[in-house]
């Protein structure tokens, strides 16, 4: 479990930033670089280790970032939601990640860039448009699954993650072409590997020290890379959008209110960040979700006999799929108790009165997604997985939030939730997988996210044919 963390004092001196007019809450003592590495190496640890011993409200001292006052009441947390966006900047939070999307992603923005390119590219992610996108999302579900071994152990997580990398290529990209999508897919793999690595995120490390460096290796990719996207905007703006749904094509064609459309670095910056918030999380979700199914033979055969109810009535369409009950709680319970990133935050522009401390312009306030998620007032057995709770209850915004909240809720949530259905459904349907004797797992750290160890190995049975849904056990 770690070592136990001492006490710290909420008034005193607070690390990179000090101030004595002020305070904030009490935390641990230990030297910032030491949290820092704890932090990167197991934060789920130091979350709960933390909550134990300083209560719902607490600071972590992470190296050279501003204090971080980690939030889990609540209230808390929707007032922290409620910020019009002026007084908390969520941007700078996520200041690490500019190298990596640029610096015109949605993410990053601050104040009216932020809702200004919000609104533009919110429209895609809404409504019965989802409906168009999943016939893809099943048949590259489909796709990866005729070529999965039987009877021989592999890392789920990978072909999940294929999966998604295919989705967002042929429905956000628009990359129709199989071999260009598979040389595209090939660009982006690599350079999702090398931003894989926690260290990366530090700003010591994103130094170009030559080609054999890890951020010079990342530099060089990128640009290989970004060749590519910007040669597919530019076709897409020659060839024209007429007839076509993917989002990029949509991107092209948005306009605000003044007319003016997003240009080609603003379309590669959305482009980037979609992948990485699309990709990645959206295949650890499901692995970790998938984890849950396997190990507990109740949740699957209910999720069967769903799928086969369904089937007795007509076809098995993504539209179908998207309305099943039982699905969609599994889903959301698999991102509530597994949440792929472990908090969200917003950095104060001002001074402010806030629960009970008056915390200086500079500290950033950080909703705990996993210890929102785990509070026994919310979740009765919150340790447990239960999908039934999502039944006949629809938590508030502020309640589950695996995708934050507010104004910087994650644009594609809903693309998220629909893709997650349309990948557990087909898999569930075709094919019968067990987790690999003896693996017990735990979160580790890829970049920004936390993923299965060892890439939760699987062990696949039987393969079915694509119609039929197997039986319950």
Request: net charge positive; glycine share 8%.
């Amino acid at each position: 479990m770690g070592r136990t963390v001492p006490e710290r004092p909420g008034s005193r001196e607070q690390g990179p930033l000090r101030c004595r007019s002020m305070s904030l809450p009490p935390g641990p003592s230990t030297p910032a670089p030491w949290n820092l590495i704890r932090w990167m190496r197991e934060p789920l640890s130091v979350l709960r280790e933390c909550r134990e011993r300083y209560g719902e409200t607490f600071t972590l001292h992470l190296g050279a970032l501003p204090p971080m006052v980690i939030l889990s009441n609540p209230e808390h947390v929707r007032e922290v939601f409620a910020s019009a966006g002026d007084d908390m900047h969520g941007g700078k939070i996520a200041h690490a990640l500019r190298p990596f999307l640029g610096e015109r992603s949605v993410i990053v923005l601050d104040g009216a860039p932020h809702r200004t390119m919000r609104k533009l590219v919110m429209p895609p992610f809404h409504g019965e448009r989802m409906h168009a996108y999943g016939r893809d999302m099943v048949e590259l579900t489909h796709a990866s699954i005729d070529r999965w071994p039987v009877g021989k152990g592999f890392p789920i997580h990978e072909p999940l993650q294929g999966i998604t990398l295919d989705v967002i290529l042929r429905t956000v990209y628009g990359v129709d072409d199989a071999a260009e999508r598979e040389r595209l897919g090939a660009q982006l793999t690599r350079l999702t590997h090398l931003a894989s690595w926690p260290p990366m995120l530090l700003p010591q490390v994103q130094r170009d020290l030559g080609p054999w460096s890890p951020w010079g290796r990342f530099v060089r990719e990128g640009q290989v890379a970004d060749a590519s996207l910007m040669a597919g905007i530019a076709r897409r703006r020659r060839e024209g959008t007429e007839g076509r749904t993917d989002i990029l094509s949509m991107f092209v064609d948005v306009r605000d209110e003044e007319g003016r459309g997003l240009d080609d670095q603003d379309l590669r910056d959305q482009l980037v960040t979609l992948l990485v918030a699309g990709h990645e999380t959206t295949a650890t979700a499901l692995a970790w979700t998938l984890r849950w199914v396997l190990s507990l033979p109740a949740v699957r055969d209910r999720l069967l006999s769903e799928l086969r109810a369904a089937q007795r009535t007509g076809p098995l369409t993504p539209e179908r799929i998207a309305k099943l009950e039982y699905l969609d709680a599994t889903v959301r319970e698999g991102l509530r108790l597994q949440p792929v990133i472990p908090l969200v935050g917003r950095v104060l522009q001002q001074p402010m009165r806030f629960a009970g401390y008056d915390l200086p312009a500079g500290v950033a306030l950080a909703p705990s997604v996993h210890l929102v998620h785990q509070n026994p007032s919310l979740y009765e057995n919150p340790s447990r997985f239960e999908p039934e709770r999502f039944l006949g209850r629809q938590y508030k915004a502020h309640e589950w939030i695996p995708f934050g909240g507010g104004i910087r809720k994650c644009v594609g949530m809903a693309f998220a939730l629909y893709e997650m259905k349309m990948v557990l459904a087909t898999v569930l349907s075709r094919v019968w997988l067990r987790t690999a004797p003896g693996y017990a797992p735990r979160a580790v750290r890829r970049s920004i996210t936390l993923t299965p160890s060892q890439g939760m190995p699987v062990i696949v049975d039987a393969v079915l044919p694509r119609h039929p849904v197997p039986a319950a056990a």
